[in-house]
Structures are given as C-alpha cells and as structure tokens.
C-alpha cells in the first residue's frame, strides 16, 4: 500500500487522462475548428460581395486562426483542446493538400498551361534554385558581418530551399475575381505547383550529410522525380479512363458507385507517387488534367454534374481549414523573438533572391521566344509580387526544428511564419491595387474556361499576343496550327477514340463545369455562349427527351 502512494506521488509521473475528458475535449476541438470554418465563409463571403479586396478569404482565414490560437494561447485551460490544431505534416501532406491541386489540375485549361510549359519549367526548376541559393548565401553573408544571427552555410542552404516554396492561393484568387490575362496565371499557377516539388527536393538535399557538395545534383533529382512523377499521374488516369469506358458504369442507377470509384483515383495516383519515392503533387496534378480530358467523358451524366461540385466543394474546404489550421498553429509554436534582426534582413534578402528568380528566367525565356511572345515586363513584375509563401513553407519549417540543432530550427520556424503572415495579409491584401497599377485587369479570364482543348492545343507555341491586325491574327493561328497539328492529330485519331466513349452528346458538360470552377460567384461570357434547349417527342410510341447544345458565336 505504501509502495502505491509513492508511486502515486513521485514527481514526473501524472495520472492517466479520463476517457470522458479525452472525448468532451476532442468534441470542443471539433466544434471550434468547425465554427472557425462557417465564420470565415460568412466574412469571406460578405467582403467578396462588398468588392473588398485589401482582405482575402485566405486572409480572413487565417487572421482567424491567429485571433482564436492566440486567445487560446494564453488561457491556460483545456490544453487537450489545443492539442487538435497542433500541424502535423502528415495531416497536411495526406489530407489537405491532395484534393487542392488535383481540382487545380482537374479545373486547368490545357491550351495556357501547355503553351507556357517551358517557361513554367525554366521558372520553376532553374528559378527555383537560383531563389534558394541566392537566399541562402545572402542570409549567410548577413551573419558574417553582424546584419542577423549568424547561421552555417549549409543551414542558410535549407532556409533558402524550404521559403522558396510559394503558395499564390490568395492571388490567384484575385487573379479570378478581377479577370487577367490568361498566360500570366497559368504562369503563377504552374509555378506554385511545380516548385514545392523542387523546394522538398533541395531541402532534403541540403539536410543531407552530403549536402553542398554536388548541387547540382538536385536538378538532376528533379528531373527524375518530375517525369517519374507525370508518368505515374498519367497512367493513373489513363487506367481510370479506361476503367469507366469498359466496366460499364454509366448508368443512372449505378451514378453513385460511379461517383466514389471516380473520387478515389486521385488519391490512388498521389499515394503511389509518395510510395515510389516520387512527388505525389505532380502526380496528382497530372491525373486531374487527364481524367478532366478523357475519363470525365465516360461519366454518366448525374456524375458528371455531381463529381465537379464535390471536388470543387472538397478544395474550398481544404484550403479554407488549411489557412485557419496554419494560423491556429502559427501562435501554439514556441518562437525564438530574439532575433529580430534575422526576420527583418530575410525579408529584404527574399524579395531580392525573387527579383533575381523571375527577372533572370524571364530574360532567358525571352531570347528563346519571338518578340511578338515574349513575356512583357509587366507580366514580370507581377510573378514577381506573386511570391506568397504559405503552407509548404510552413511544414518544411516545422521539419527544420527536428532537422536542425542548438535552436536553429526555431529561429528559422520564426522567420517563416513571420514572412508566412506578412505575404498573406500585406501582399495578398494589395494584389488587386497591383494589378489596377500594372493593367493587367479586365483581361476576360473567362477563356480558361472556353478554350476547346483539341481546337487550341497550343502546346509548343506562345500567345502573348501583341498585335491585333487581322494578317497578323492569321499568321499566329498558321504557327500555332503547324506547331500543334501532330499533337492534336495523335489526339483525336488515337488517344480520344481508345480512351473515350462515342457518346458525344454529354461533352459539353465539361464547358459547364470550367465555368463554374473558375467562376464560382458569376458567370463571365466570353467570345462563345453554350445555350441548353430541351426539346420533348411525343409521337406515336416514342416518348422521351433530348438535351440539344448549341454553341452561339457572339
């Protein structure tokens, strides 16, 4: 008996939670995170409607993850609360990230993305590197001579590779809402997505032992990860394809079954591309641009009216509870303030290292492209201020506390989050004004919805176009025919007829669900309208209905 009171109270050892409590607190967690969630779509949506873009919805999402983790930061009641808005990195690696890009990838229109893939590459491989190391040396040189803490090389390395990351959701979002021209997103756009693959590349590079020894190493890494990974997403949708055609599945009494098997590939591809080693977000974006391309056609027609509502639905979720997850966690963090001086001088040191990234791609894309192409300086300055930094970032930071010794981590976790917050709020905030100043508003985004992938499969040629003289309208569409002809050939005479069913009379469905993705709250028509008539027979025996779409040229 005396054994068990000293053991009862020996120091160190606490008694074991109650069940009830463990259960109560996990229902308080879930019911918080849950009112955060309908309080950020009640003002996110209330300020769209005011026009008022100095405040985004990510914005709004996370100054209220901040609000909330703060209070709770400083009561110190209910800690198992707390402990269910800690990030974890699988569960934002896993969970939220996967449907977010697939709806990207799934929502994309072919003809921007592709005409601009070069460039989207050079941005995102050599760009993406030159931004870390430029980081990383200057954030070196800062400690060297007393401007900031003073870091190792290869530390300095990790810093620059892991803040490389951006995460343009809140301006890509204004890039929607305003209407901008449709090569400048798709360059914003396929950046963000490609370079996180390339930011986790140099980072595990740099926290290596071997690190700073052959770089160059890492472009070669990423380029067998890339193509490893677009060829898995690929085949994955391929098969999917493939799947739906064959097995049968369109029709209306098997559309639920069909929706699930549809929803599952995404997470099939991204899965497997993590399980080989590879990066599951070029994965999972290469299978929605093609199961939006070939499997989509083979729904049935309550599926393919449901599948892009719920990806859709699935997305807003995911990024809207990612924000107010990150912001949550951003004030439970232990941070290292001592250290002003870093923050600060990284700052400065990363709008230098993306004035170095975009200005010098930019430069190297231009003098392989023709001057009616190239991209104009405008568009520069804008991909320039698109350098957001959000979750990817943030992850890698939390990895780097683990990673790094003596506190180092802490001071860098400091720093992002720092940089994390002023991007979003500050820079996010003034997106719009940006735009407005630079002119590039009111370019119709609409036609990144309206694009035909197989009569603009423009996937060699650029259109940044210049001139607006009949001739030099007919020339362009002269290269971009011979420039795309083999392509669009290979695609309507192979690939559409072995992956796609006959039935044409639902196709234009997908023009349906482009419209609504991009343009959730309002519908912009564009050079064509799709005008859906039904027209009923009755006559004799034949009764039934028939869904005619008429494309009107306006």
Not at 93 to 103: E, R, V
Not at 269 to 284: F, Q, R, T, W
Not at 321 to 336: A, K, N
Not at 545 to 550: E, K, S
Request: charged share 10%; proline share 4%; aromatic share 14%.
């Amino acid at each position: 008996m005396s054994g068990l009171n000293v053991s009862a109270s020996a120091p160190g050892i606490l008694p074991p939670p109650d069940p009830g409590e463990e259960q109560q607190a996990a229902g308080l967690g879930i019911l918080l995170q849950i009112s955060m969630l309908i309080l950020s779509f009640l003002v996110g949506h209330l300020l769209r409607r005011r026009k008022f873009y100095y405040l985004p919805e990510a914005s709004v999402s996370l100054l209220i993850g901040l609000i909330v983790g703060g209070i709770a930061n400083i009561s110190n009641k209910q800690t198992n609360i707390r402990g269910w808005f800690n990030f974890h990195e699988e569960f934002f690696f896993l969970f939220l990230l996967p449907p977010i890009i697939f709806q990207s990838g799934f929502s994309l229109a072919p003809k921007p993305f592709f005409s601009n893939f070069g460039a989207i590459i050079t941005l995102a491989i050599f760009g993406t590197f030159i931004a870390s190391v430029v980081t990383g040396v200057l954030v070196y040189l800062g400690g060297v001579v007393y401007f900031m803490y003073q870091l190792p090389l290869v530390e300095c390395l990790m810093f620059g590779a892991l803040i490389s990351a951006t995460d343009p959701v809140t301006v890509l979002s204004i890039f929607q809402e305003l209407g901008t021209d449709v090569n400048l997103y798709a360059l914003v756009f396929g950046e963000s997505v490609l370079n996180d693959a390339m930011a986790i590349s140099l980072y595990r590079t740099m926290s290596s032992k071997s690190s700073g020894q052959n770089l160059i190493l890492v472009i070669l890494k990423f380029l067998e990860t890339f193509f490893g990974s677009m060829s898995s997403g690929v085949g994955v949708g391929f098969i999917s394809a493939l799947l739906f055609k064959y097995a049968g599945l369109d029709i209306d009494n098997l559309h639920n079954l069909e929706s699930c098997l549809f929803a599952l590939f995404p997470y099939l591809s991204y899965m497997l591309a993590e399980g080989l080693g590879l990066s599951g977000i070029v994965s999972i974006l290469f299978t929605g641009i093609v199961m939006k391309r070939y499997t989509f056609s083979n729904l049935s027609r309550i599926s393919q009216q449901l599948t892009p509502y719920f990806f859709h639905l699935l997305s807003s979720l995911a990024e809207t509870f990612l924000f107010i997850y990150m912001g949550f966690d951003i004030t439970m963090e232990q941070h290292s303030w001592s250290h002003v001086g870093f923050i600060f001088f990284s700052i400065l040191f990363i709008g230098v290292a993306r004035a170095v990234h975009v200005f010098s791609c930019s430069y190297l894309i231009n003098m392989a492209r023709p001057v009616d192409s190239q991209i104009p300086v405008r568009h520069q300055k804008a991909l320039w201020y698109s350098g957001l930094r959000g979750a990817m970032a943030f992850a890698l930071a939390l990895q780097s506390v683990h990673d790094l010794p003596d506190g180092h981590g802490k001071i860098i976790l400091t720093a992002t989050t720092s940089i994390i917050v002023i991007t979003v709020l500050l820079i996010g905030g003034s997106t719009g004004k940006m735009l407005e100043s630079l002119k590039v508003v009111g370019d119709s985004h609409s036609d990144l919805c309206e694009d035909n992938f197989e009569a603009s499969n423009n996937f060699l040629g650029e259109s940044y176009d210049v001139e607006t003289s009949p001739g030099h309208r007919i020339r362009m569409k002269l290269k971009e025919f011979q420039s795309s002809a083999s392509f669009t050939a290979l695609d309507r005479n192979y690939l559409s007829p072995f992956f796609k069913s006959q039935n044409e009379s639902v196709l234009k469905l997908q023009d349906q669900h482009s419209n609504y993705v991009n343009k959730p709250y309002k519908f912009y028509l564009g050079k064509t309208a799709i005008a859906l008539f039904e027209t009923s027979w009755i006559g004799g025996t034949y009764c039934g209905h028939i869904y005619i779409f008429v494309l009107i040229i306006t």
